[in-house]
């Protein structure tokens, strides 16, 4: 069954908070809330008392895990900005600057083959089923696939570059402009 966890294994996808802690348990939720949600909606869904994650939740707003959208009721939901920040410093105190530039030019050269191949500057700009009918070796699903890790290497191209300037202005290397 599915929805059964192994006994060595990690909890199913559903419970994965349920064990912690009244603060673990807003967390996990804060950190599945997409839209603005009301405490007492977290309470219902921690089972705690609405107070009770209204506190943390303010906690997490202060901290800047949480956005705070004041209205009746007040509504949290999670700050994506926090959590690309800490990816970012986190891959700045993870690697050096030469091993940032070296993925930034890996990645460049990964989105360049990409430009080259679909004659587009981003897969936004990529008709995918235009694609996949007017090659003679890639289909609709390969199209998909190139234009979903294309963004991702721009993602990560551009998370590498920024981390890369963040280090490089602790260690004093001059960041381009």
Request: aromatic share 8%; charged share 35%; hydrophobic share 35%.
């Amino acid at each position: 069954m599915a929805d059964e966890p192994s006994p060595n294994g990690p909890p199913a996808f559903d419970d994965v908070f349920s064990g912690g802690d009244v603060e673990q348990r807003v967390y996990g939720t804060l950190l599945q809330t997409r839209e603005p949600t009301a405490a007492s909606a977290i309470a219902d869904r921690v089972d705690c008392d609405p107070k009770t994650a209204r506190k943390y939740l303010e906690w997490f707003a202060d901290l800047g895990i949480a956005t705070r959208h004041e209205g009746r009721p007040t509504t949290y939901e999670r700050n994506d900005a926090y959590f690309e920040w800490r990816r970012i410093d986190r891959l700045a105190a993870d690697h050096s600057i030469d091993e940032l530039r070296s993925r930034v030019s890996e990645l460049a050269a990964r989105i360049a083959k990409y430009e080259e191949v679909y004659d587009a500057a981003s897969p936004a700009d990529v008709d995918a089923v235009a694609a996949a009918e007017s090659s003679d070796d890639r289909t609709i699903d390969d199209v998909y696939s190139d234009l979903a890790d294309w963004e991702t290497a721009r993602t990560e191209r551009e998370r590498h570059e920024r981390a890369r300037q963040q280090l490089a202005g602790t260690e004093g290397e001059p960041v381009p402009g």
